[in-house]
Every structure is written in C-alpha cells, then in structure tokens.
C-alpha cells in the first residue's frame, strides 16, 4: 500500500460516519434556505416599520423645534407669522412662515406668493446656517403629494427651476414639509374661511394666541403637507383629486401644537378630541370649508 493511499484512508476514516460528523444533503440545504427566508421575510415588516417610527420621532423633533421659534416669534411680534411682500401682498399662508429659498434667480416659489426671507428664519437656528435648515424644514418622510387615488402630481412642473434637485418633494419644492395651520389667520367661528376674493373679508394677519380658545395643546400650528391635506377631508372630497400622501401610514399624521408638543395624530377632519384646527369651539366645525381659503 503506497503512501498516497494511506493517507487517503486515513482521511476518510475522519470524516467516516463514526465520527459523528456528515455533510447536509441536498434536501437538507433547501429546507435551511427556506427557513432562513421565511424569517426574512416574517422580519422585513418589523424592520420597515421600526425605520418609518424612526423617521417619524425625526419629524415630531423638528415639530418641536419648529413651534419653539414659533412662540420665540410671537413672544416679539405678539403676532402668528405673518409676512408681506414688498408690493404690499400678503404671502402664501401655508408655507409663507418659514422654508428653505431654492429659487435664488428670483426669491418666490412659482405659482405662490412664498419669498426667500420667510418671517420665522431667523428664530430657528443661525439665519446664515443653510444646514440647519436643510434638516429642521425636511420631513424624512416627505416622498412628495399626489392625488387620491392615482400618482399624478404637479410638484416636477411647479418646481422645475428649483436647485434644491428634488423637484418630487414638498421639501425640495417649496422649501419645507410642514404648513401652518391657515384658520389661525381667518376671523374666529366663520364657517366659510376668509370669504370671497379679493376682498378676503375674514381674513386676518394681526392675530395671536389670545384670540385662541380651544386648549392650547389641542390647537394645531403646524402639520406635516402630506396628509394633513386628506386628514381634513371626507373621502368624497379626497376623490376629487385631492392632493395629498400618507407619509407616515394611513389616516396618520404628525401635528405640532401652541403649547410647544408634537404628536402622531389619527384624522379626524378639523376638529376632533386630540386636535383642532379652528382657534374657538363652535357648533358643527366640520361642516365648515375645508380650508379657510376654499370650500
């Protein structure tokens, strides 16, 4: 017997089945992968939700912060947010406040009245910081509005001059994911918003939070652009190609509130036991405008 096979015996005496060691069978290897996909797969919802709670404690944090410069604000002009351009036109209420400017050649969003120096800057950080901006204006789950229903929107077209280089976002679009709460500039208990236009005649510009009746940590100042759209609509109203997206599930919502609290919130039209968008109790809120500025 030669060398080279005695070696080889002795090779396979160690891996012989009295040693207690054997390779796994075919069938045996496909029943591990399927097991082990099985898992993967029961675990993927876990972790896809475990990252969109992530993002959403992201989002109440820059609510937080965002309503901290909101009563810094206040606290000096005793006044909401309100600005005004330099012909003397009111600027858009729901975004007009605050934002990120990412139209340099000209300092207003296209197609609304949303300047560059928005009032509420300079309390939210250091005003020539765009970083800080870039990350308290911006929703982690902001994927942009689309309306009910399909995946048409108008975001790429309104903002196609943008630099921001997110032209699908709210954020990218008009400089930020969140829009005020636009009754609080609307005369208190009027059911049909600011009124005709132009005259506006229950527009408001000077109010504050002494006109606010309703507990202060259910009065609603901010709310994220996508749902909030929907979460104060009927269904019969989102079907009629209403923009808007479930950035944080359906019929959910992160909404920043008067005493400086920020919450996940379930829709419930305008006003319901955890919030309120009109400033003072009144019979049947919900059966006002959707929006103070249409029906």
């Given at each position: 017997m030669t060398?080279?096979?005695?070696?080889?015996?002795?090779?396979?005496?160690?891996v012989s089945p009295s040693s207690g060691f054997r390779a796994f069978t075919f069938a045996e290897a496909l029943i591990s992968i399927a097991v082990v996909a099985l898992l993967i797969a029961i675990s993927l919802p876990s972790l896809s939700e475990s990252r969109r709670a992530a993002r959403t404690a992201v989002c109440l944090m820059n609510h937080r912060q965002i309503v901290a410069g909101w009563a810094a604000y206040i606290n000096d002009y005793h006044t909401f947010p309100f600005g005004w351009d330099a012909a003397g036109y009111r600027t858009h209420e729901r975004w007009g406040w605050g934002g990120v400017n990412w139209y340099p050649s000209t300092g207003i969003v296209p197609g609304f009245n949303v300047l560059a120096d928005r009032p509420l800057n300079p309390y939210l950080g250091d005003g020539r910081r765009i970083e800080y901006r870039l990350?308290?204006?911006?929703?982690?789950?902001?994927?942009?509005?689309?309306?009910?229903?399909?995946?048409?929107?108008?975001?790429?077209?309104?903002?196609?001059t943008s630099v921001s280089g997110e032209t699908t976002t709210n954020f990218g679009v008009v400089g930020t994911s969140y829009e005020c709460n636009e009754w609080m500039y609307c005369r208190p208990g009027v059911r049909d918003g600011w009124g005709l236009f132009p005259a506006l005649p229950n527009h408001r510009s000077n109010q504050s939070p002494d006109h606010v009746a309703v507990s202060p940590s259910r009065f609603v100042v901010l709310a994220d652009?996508?749902?909030?759209?929907?979460?104060?609509?009927?269904?019969?109203?989102?079907?009629?190609?209403?923009?808007?997206?479930?950035?944080?599930?359906?019929?959910r919502g992160p909404m920043g509130f008067l005493d400086g609290s920020a919450r996940l919130e379930k829709s419930g039209r305008l006003v319901c036991g955890q919030?309120?968008?009109?400033?003072?109790?009144?019979?049947s809120p919900n059966a006002s405008w959707r929006r103070p500025g249409q029906p």
């Open positions: 060398a080279g096979f005695r070696d080889a015996e002795s090779a396979a005496r160690s990350s308290v204006f911006r929703c982690p789950c902001d994927n942009g509005t689309r309306e009910y229903g399909t995946d048409t929107t108008s975001l790429p077209a309104l903002g196609a652009s996508g749902p909030v759209n929907w979460m104060q609509s009927t269904m019969a109203e989102r079907q009629n190609h209403l923009g808007g997206n479930w950035w944080h599930g359906a019929e919030y309120s968008f009109h400033m003072i109790p009144f019979p």
